[in-house]
């Protein structure tokens, strides 16, 4: 008997329901092959593991999860709340956009800055006076 | 109520009987994904998309299959996409990990079991070996065995789910099994050098 076979004939090995004849035939060749004999020594562990699993149960308010999500759904005001959690690539997008529209919002308005242009026949130190300081000429007027 | 009578009451917009299908159906699409998951909230929350996307599709549900059959080919879809993503993200996974030192790795045994820790320690390096290697499996091949396995059906049941034969099946089951044999054993090995 070779792996394969032996193999198939495993499940009913376990069960007990193989003929003598196969019987011996698997048992024989399970006492041959390291493989074979390692993977019926572990097989019940695989099946037990998935068993385990298999009766866990989901957590009580899994029903009211979903009937809450369903409801907000039908009200028109849903936004899926998967679009932003489960798109790893969707936030990172997102911040990328953000900076780079920051970067180009700063680029223009950097650009629209002028520096004060003053009239050539104007002196600079005029534009320092300070209109609201200087005293009325009917002052010194006065009598 | 059938199954059927029940969707056509919600079609016309009885929506709070919804949860009575919910409630028939939870169980059997919870244990089709944490088959393949192998995690409990995962589970609950693939749970949850399969239910959404069956609520969003219960139109094209004609009745001519059973309603479980139709609800299991949605679960199986999605648990297909979902580790897909997850097989995807877990390369972004490992550099992110890279570069924080933290530890990216999936618990397997939350709240499923209450050994002593001992027992329990063996059995995680155990449950992650055979998730793992279930993980590897060509799909095909892992609907199958997460159908026979974890949902008891039979190969004519999985054969009405995956619009095939119950000789394809059988087949698929047996290639699962070789494939996983060789996974497993490759992974023990490995465990045992480390
Ligand atoms: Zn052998």
């Excluded at chain 1, 593991?49 to 759904?73: D, G, H, Y």
């Amino acid at each position: 008997m070779n792996c394969t076979t032996c193999q198939k004939h495993l499940d009913a090995y376990f069960d007990g329901t193989l003929s003598p004849d196969l019987k011996s035939q698997v048992e024989a060749h399970l006492a041959a092959c390291k493989a074979c004999s390692e993977w019926y020594a572990r097989w019940p562990v695989v099946e037990q593991v998935m068993n385990e699993e298999k009766s866990t149960f989901s957590n009580p308010f899994l029903a009211t999860r979903i009937m809450v999500q369903l409801e907000e759904m039908q009200s028109k005001t849903y936004v899926p709340a998967h679009v932003f959690a489960k798109q790893p690539v969707f936030r990172p997008v997102t911040v990328m956009f953000i900076v780079g529209v920051a970067i180009s919002l700063g680029v223009l308005l950097g650009n629209l800055y002028r520096p004060l242009q003053v009239h050539p026949s104007h002196s600079t130190e005029l534009l320092y006076l300070d209109d609201a300081a200087i005293e009325p000429i009917s002052f010194y007027e006065a009598k | 109520m059938t199954d059927f009578e029940l969707i056509q009451e919600i079609l016309s917009g009885n929506l709070t009987l919804f949860r009575q299908l919910l409630e028939r159906h939870q169980a059997q699409v919870f244990r089709t994904c944490i088959g393949f998951v192998h995690h409990k909230e995962d589970a609950d929350d693939l749970t949850q998309e399969v239910f959404i996307q069956a609520y969003q599709s219960l139109a094209s549900f004609k009745g001519d299959s059973e309603f479980s059959t139709w609800l299991y080919r949605i679960a199986v879809n999605r648990a297909l996409n979902y580790t897909r993503e997850r097989q995807k993200k877990s390369i972004f996974d490992r550099l992110d990990s890279f570069f924080t030192g933290e530890k990216a790795v999936q618990s397997f045994s939350d709240g499923a079991t209450e050994e002593n820790p001992e027992q329990q320690l063996i059995h995680n390096e155990e449950r992650e070996m055979i998730a793992k290697a279930l993980e590897k499996l060509p799909e095909k091949q892992r609907v199958a065995i997460v159908l026979s396995k974890y949902d008891d059906m039979s190969q004519r049941e999985i054969a009405n789910v995956l619009n095939t034969t119950e000789g394809a099946v059988e087949a698929l089951l047996q290639r699962a099994k070789t494939t996983l044999r060789k996974e497993l054993l490759h992974l023990y090995r490995r465990h045992k050098h480390q």
